[in-house]
């Protein structure tokens, strides 16, 4: 009949004198673990701009908006629709351009406010016949770098490795694609162009 008593005595003494499992937040910060999931953040020397973190995340918070008139692709990641799962990190293709923090709190009144967005910016390649989008020049920057000595086999990226030594001025739109059009940074619709009208134009 006692022993159940002095067991609920020795657990409350135990309890007491023993440190809080809890933490005092938010009058002080809490220390995450370090494989804590916290608000992920981009790594702009690292972040190529391809928007594989745009298509893995499963609640569509990061979103990638492209403006061929400033020639820029934005990726914006909105706080309060993450759910901090580490898929942007995990299919990151750089591995380093976009990582969970140790930061949580996003304690905001106003739900547009610039500290609930975390965004950065990529120039594009844009096509030099018809002004669509190709890709991120940093994306292709590091596509050359991991095909090596193949990369001199593409224009476009043969024209980025150029470009890294003096400026290239962009020529202007022609009427008609001809095959000295081929050294020139094109889209894939374009450089079939290139190759398929010249070779059967009037046929």
């Known amino acids: 009949m006692f022993l159940p008593k002095l067991r609920e005595v020795k657990e409350a003494l135990t309890s007491f004198f023993t440190a809080p499992y809890t933490t005092k937040f938010p009058f002080e910060g809490h220390t995450p673990a370090p494989e804590f999931r916290g608000l992920p953040k981009y790594n702009a020397d690292y972040c190529?701009?391809?928007?594989?973190?745009?298509?893995?995340?499963?609640?569509?918070?990061?979103?990638?908006?492209?403006?061929?008139?400033?020639?820029?692709?934005?990726?914006?990641?909105?706080?309060?629709?993450?759910?901090?799962?580490?898929?942007?990190?995990?299919?990151?293709?750089?591995?380093?351009g976009i990582q969970c923090s140790n930061e949580y709190s996003i304690s905001v009144m106003d739900l547009k406010a610039p500290e609930v967005y975390e965004s950065v910016e990529k120039e594009l390649a844009l096509c030099e016949a018809c002004g669509g989008i190709i890709a991120p020049k940093d994306q292709l920057r590091w596509i050359k770098h991991r095909l090596g000595a193949k990369a001199y086999a593409h224009p476009n990226l043969l024209l980025e490795t150029q470009r890294e030594f003096f400026d290239l001025t962009p020529s202007r739109p022609k009427a008609r694609l001809r095959r000295e059009d081929q050294i020139k940074e094109l889209c894939p619709k374009c450089r079939h162009k290139v190759v398929v009208e010249d070779e059967f134009y009037g046929f």
Do not use: F, W
């Open 48 to 96: 190529i701009g391809c928007g594989a973190c745009v298509q893995v995340c499963p609640p569509s918070a990061i979103t990638m908006t492209d403006d061929t008139e400033k020639g820029v692709r934005t990726l914006t990641v909105n706080y309060t629709s993450c759910i901090h799962c580490g898929q942007c990190e995990e299919h990151c293709v750089t591995e380093k």
